[in-house]
Nanobody, 129 residues
């Protein structure tokens, strides 16, 4: 059974940083695209960042480009999102998700990520001004 468990969320002041982690219980992890999504209160879920199965290519939504960095450790079945220069607009529940690389492209833009098959429970990020 596939499980994704996020951690690392919390409350931080504007300008601060957080590092989110996602532990994936899927084998082999290196066969899966990974993505980070977020959903703010009252808004639709949106794609934030993606990384391909080998960790060689990534994609960032415009609002986070230059501030967030997605990475993965295929040996440890882990996904990360380093978030710097946080603003109140980054406040949301953050989710990691996965999709098998053979099912289609990894980078699915800023949409809600219906292409992704398995989701974690989310970790809350709150940024105060």
């Amino acid at each position: 059974q596939v499980q994704l468990v996020e951690s690392g969320g919390g409350s931080v002041q504007a300008g601060g940083s957080l590092r989110l982690s996602c532990a994936a219980s899927v084998t082999p992890y290196r066969d899966y695209c990974m993505g980070w999504f977020r959903q703010a209160l009252g808004k639709e879920r949106e794609g934030v960042a993606y990384i391909d199965a080998g960790g060689e290519n990534d994609y960032y939504a415009d609002p986070v480009k230059g501030r967030f960095t997605i990475s993965r450790d295929n040996a440890a079945n882990m996904l990360y999102l380093q978030m710097n220069s946080l603003t109140p607009e980054d406040t949301a529940m953050y989710y990691c998700a996965l999709r098998h690389r053979l099912l289609g492209r990894c980078m699915v833009g800023r949409g809600p990520g219906y292409e992704y098959d398995y989701w974690g429970q989310g970790t809350q990020v709150t940024v105060s001004s």
